[in-house]
């Protein structure tokens, strides 16, 4: 409790902090001879400044490390741990300049010497930003190897069911829901169950995926009683237990492949919900949701998540990514644009999916079996 309450955060090994500790008591040679623990981003940014540096983002997922209320590294953690904290980097914020272009990497890179480094954030972080959102409420869902939501809050929220650290501005902070396989399940059942599909798209050139959505376009939302709990690989948020199992719950010799497909699908939009649970008990408004990545091309599963969580989603059809994020905060830094919020004028709505009412009823009730599952197999998922 009392490094939930100092970090924000659960205690995990997906927090780099604790990746240190494992070095240090298990890899002791190699943690006296470590001069800095950095991000690889940073070990970039050391090479280009000599200014040994991390963003207050990634600062806090350095927990146990960093005191989330004091926004500093915390003493006493490190001094209880016997982790020398003289091995942590200095932190910086989010859009602040660490250092210049010294003379000896712009010989070697052939820059031009005192150009100004930027302190950026994480990739998803850095992403959100790339699309616009900026403000309270807002909200992106990345589609990809793994579903990660995050929501920009104007207070910070200490709750070990998410991923919780600082956003772009000094008054903004963000809440992450960190869903391990929800594209990855996606690729896997296309790879183990639709060799047809992908001989038709190495004949054809249709993506096998596209295959897959139409036969299970003509599925019933809820899959006709079939619930999948998509932790193939563990699961991140909000259960934290690396020993979470996958269970395609309701199977019936009735069912079709399509059937199992379509509920892949729906099982990333009732993880979702449930996180959107989560904020909103936390008395977070939700005011939007942002689709972006490869998984949002497809319609049915943004009809699907739309349906699920009962919210309008903003698909970006050309979201640019991080990268984008990253130079473009690097231009407000450095004077080229006048604010953050310019980067609204470069980011196109491509189409709005908005919740079909019927099929969010009878997925209500689904999400209720769906709650259910994983409290009820735990003892036995730890059991295998």
Not at 189 to 216: H, N, Q, W
Not at 276 to 303: D, H, M, T, Y
Not at 352 to 375: A, F, G, H, I, Q
């Amino acid at each position: 409790d009392k490094i939930v309450k100092i970090t924000g955060n659960a205690v995990d090994p997906y927090f780099s902090g604790y990746k240190m500790l494992w070095l240090m008591r298990n890899e002791p040679e190699t943690y006296k001879k470590t001069w800095k623990f950095l991000n690889a981003c940073k070990y970039v940014v050391l090479k280009l400044t000599d200014v040994p540096s991390i963003d207050i983002s990634n600062a806090v997922l350095a927990a146990p490390f960093f005191d989330y209320s004091k926004r500093s590294w915390n003493k006493e953690i490190c001094s209880e741990l016997g982790f020398d904290l003289g091995k942590l980097p200095e932190v910086f914020k989010i859009g602040e300049v660490i250092g210049e272009v010294t003379a000896e990497a712009a010989k070697e890179l052939g820059l031009v010497e005192g150009i100004p480094v930027i302190s950026c954030g994480p990739d998803a972080m850095m992403s959100y930003y790339s699309v616009g959102a900026l403000d309270e409420g807002d909200s992106v869902f990345m589609y990809g190897t793994t579903g990660c939501w995050g929501i920009i809050t104007s207070k910070p929220v200490i709750d070990p069911r998410l991923i919780n650290s600082f956003y772009l501005g000094d008054d903004k902070y963000i809440s992450l829901a960190g869903m391990v396989t929800t594209g990855a399940l996606v690729r896997w059942f296309r790879d183990e169950f639709g060799t047809v599909e992908l001989d038709v798209e190495k004949a054809a050139g249709i993506s096998a995926y596209s295959i897959l959505d139409r036969e299970a376009e003509k599925i019933p939302p809820g899959s006709e009683g079939v619930i999948i709990l998509p932790y193939f690989m563990g699961e991140r948020t909000p259960i934290w237990d690396p020993k979470a199992r996958g269970v395609i719950f309701g199977l019936t010799l009735y069912h079709t492949k399509a059937h199992v497909y379509r509920a892949v699908l729906e099982s990333a939009g009732y993880a979702l919900k449930q996180h959107i649970e989560i904020i909103k008990e936390l008395g977070i408004p939700v005011k939007r949701v942002i689709a972006v990545n490869g998984g949002a091309r497809s319609k049915l599963w943004r009809q699907i998540i739309s349906d699920i969580t009962g919210l309008s989603q903003q698909y970006i059809a050309e979201a640019p990514g991080a990268p984008y994020g990253d130079a473009f905060l690097a231009g407000v830094a450095s004077g080229v644009f006048e604010d953050m919020t310019q980067i609204r004028r470069h980011v196109r709505i491509a189409e709005e999916t908005k919740p079909n009412e019927e099929n969010s009823r009878k997925y209500e009730k689904l999400y209720e079996v769906y709650k259910e599952l994983y409290p009820r197999l735990m003892e036995l998922m730890h059991k295998l």
